[in-house]
C-alpha cells in the first residue's frame, strides 16, 4: 500500500502535465463550433448590409469591432470551459491506468512470490 502511494506521488507531476497536453489539444480543436461561426456570419452580414445602406464607416466599424470581440470572448470562454472538462477526464484516464499499471505489477509480483514458495517446498520435499 505505501508502495502505490509513493509512485503516485512521483507520477502525479508527469501525469498532470500529459493531461493538460492532451486537455489542451482536444479544447483548441473543439473551440470554434457551429453557433460561434453562424454568430460570426451574422456579424458579417449585418456589417455588409449597413455599408449597402450607405451608413458612415463611423458607425458600422465598431458594430463590427464589437461583434469580433464577442466572437473571440465566446471562443476563449468556451475553449477554457472545454478544456477544464477534458482535463478532468485525461487526468481521471491516466490515474486509472497507473492504477492499473500498479495494480497489475502487484499481482505479478505476488504469483512470482507464491510461485518462489511452491518451488521452494517442492525442493525442500525432495530433499
Known sequence: MMEEAEVTQQD????????????RTRASAAR???????????IMIIVII???????????????????AMVWVVGWRRG???YQRFYDEELSKLEKELEKAVTETVEKTVEETIEERVQKALRERWK
Open 80 to 82: 477554457r470551459q472545454l
Open 32 to 42: 470554434w463550433d457551429l453557433d460561434i461561426a453562424v454568430f460570426l456570419f451574422a
Open 12 to 23: 502525479s507531476p508527469e501525469t498532470e502535465r500529459a493531461a493538460a497536453q492532451r486537455a
Open 50 to 68: 449597413l455599408l449597402f445602406q450607405d451608413i458612415a464607416i463611423e458607425v458600422v466599424a465598431p458594430i463590427a469591432i464589437f461583434g469580433l
